[in-house]
């Protein structure tokens, strides 16, 4: 029997212009990396090593998004072996619109899952995976948590039953991404959403997801182009990222196939055709935060199809 398993749980873009809360896909960097190990001294759950949080992240299990979410799985199998730790290594910025508190949830939840001998599905794990998002934001929806977990592009079609689906990748989509040194937590950049949509921007936007989804399944580029359009949350959200509408221009001057805020920000994603064009891209607008003074992370690639997996 294995005693310990290291995984890799990748980032996320959720939202994708046209899909608030219900649709997301993953990253292949950055990401956390759980480590969950057997501790034949204890009886219980711990996180005995946090690193790359600079001391910010709580170490109590019911307080850590990571450890919430194991605690959850944990009890549901009603399990009373040995006692496990777990080392959280946190690769990835904080309050930067990529699912960083996500990425742990589901890290950890996989890794437990894994070593006490991998019998359950991924939808076995979502609920688990979401509840410690939850943890994090208040909030129980599951787009950056399905695709960090599943991989590829999500749609989530009811965020309370966690009725996932994933959609198809076009071979040459890629995305370019990124997160400007500036944080905006989840919770603040959702109490600004304003309770209500008019209701010729909820047809609008309804119709330009339905577009985006079919661009998936066609392989229509120019539909897709056409349909990363968001008429409701980028415009509320847009204020809080300075430069926001500086980058979305120079984006569409080079021929992208459409810009928006990352989940709730202030990282900006934008979709591109091929990894060269991605490259390229993310250069572009790293450059726009650059002569302002304002550090960047940047990160450019295809889509993430594996999601959650044991790594060496």
Known sequence: MIDSVKVFAPASVANLACGFDI?????????DEIIARFNPESKELKIV??????????????????????????????????GIDLEIHKKMPFGSGLGSSAASAVGAVFAVSQLLGGQWTKNDLLPFAVLGEQQAD???????????????IVLI?????????????????TVAVIHPQ???????????????VPLRDHIVQSGHLGSFIVGLYTNDFERIHKSVVDVVIEPQR????????????????????????????????AFCRGVDQA?????????VYGAHGIAVDIFSGKINTQGVQTIE
């Open 138 to 152: 208040g909030a129980y929806h599951a787009d950056n948590v399905a695709p960090s977990l599943f991989g590829g």
């Open 49 to 82: 090593s946090i690193t790359g949080d600079e001391g910010r992240l709580p170490r109590d299990i019911e307080s850590n998004t990571a450890g919430f979410a194991a605690h959850q799985f944990l009890n549901s199998i009603n399990y009373n072996g040995v």
């Open 23 to 31: 649709l997301g896909l993953a990253l292949e960097a950055p990401g």
């Open 157 to 173: 079609r009811d965020n309370h039953s966690l009725d996932v689906m994933q959609l198809p990748v076009p071979d040459d989509l």
């Open 279 to 287: 490259g390229f891209i993310a250069e572009r607008m790293g450059d």
């Open 238 to 269: 847009a204020r809080q990222i300075p430069h926001f509408y500086t980058v979305k221009s120079i984006v569409e001057k080079l021929g992208a196939l459409g810009c928006s805020i990352s989940g709730s920000g202030p990282s900006i994603f």
């Open 182 to 196: 500036i944080e905006i937590l989840t919770k603040e950049a959702r109490s600004i959403l304003a309770s209500t």
